[in-house]
């Protein structure tokens, strides 16, 4: 392999590849470990560029498109928006139960997250405050993911089911 196996103390509970080289003009490798830090890891030196203690414990983390931000979403059910080269950790939104999915829009300019309220919400990244609320389903939502304009979002339910949202009609 081209990278080996890391010796770690903690477990991975999930990985993310920057979309387009970004911080440094590299690729980097996201891992989010079990003990609520988040790693860093240079694909092209093969070497761990930074680690965060993100504090509460982090359920989900990707990279923004833009490839220089990272997204978390917390077991306290916050977001958080993480620039690893100033370590700036920007607070977004709460969620108002628990959070099961949630994504960031490729734009940057939203989230949209599902959970144990049944409910979508969506949050302006730049306003940090809740946009709109869209109506409840008869379970919970496992799966928010903006399509690439980021005017729209597919929503899938624990029954299974999904359906296209537009971001300014609940």
């Known amino acids: 392999p081209l990278l080996r196996p890391l010796k770690k103390q ?10 387009k080289p970004g911080l440094n003009g590299r690729y980097y490798l996201l891992m989010l470990n079990s ?3 988040a790693s860093l ?28 931000h990272i997204f978390t979403t917390h077991a306290d059910s916050t ?6 080269e100033s370590n700036l950790h920007q607070r977004i939104g709460k969620y108002t139960g628990t959070p099961y999915g949630a994504s ?3 734009d940057g300019t939203l989230i949209a997250a599902g959970g144990s309220d049944h409910r979508v919400h969506t949050w302006s990244v730049i306003e940090q405050r809740e946009k709109v609320v ?9 799966e928010v993911i903006f399509l690439p ?3 729209q979002f597919v929503v899938r339910t624990a029954k299974g089911e999904v359906s296209l949202w537009h971001v300014d009609q609940p």
């Open 10 to 19: 903690t477990a991975v509970l999930s990985i993310d590849v920057n979309p």
């Open 35 to 37: 003990d609520s830090t």
């Open 41 to 68: 890891l240079d694909t092209t030196a093969r070497e761990r560029w930074t680690t965060a203690n993100l504090g509460s414990p982090v359920i989900q983390a990707q990279f923004a498109a833009d490839g220089q």
């Open 79 to 84: 977001f958080w928006l993480w620039k690893p």
């Open 104 to 106: 960031l829009s490729p």
């Open 134 to 142: 869209f109506p409840e389903f008869d379970t919970d939502v496992k």
């Open 149 to 151: 304009d980021s005017r």
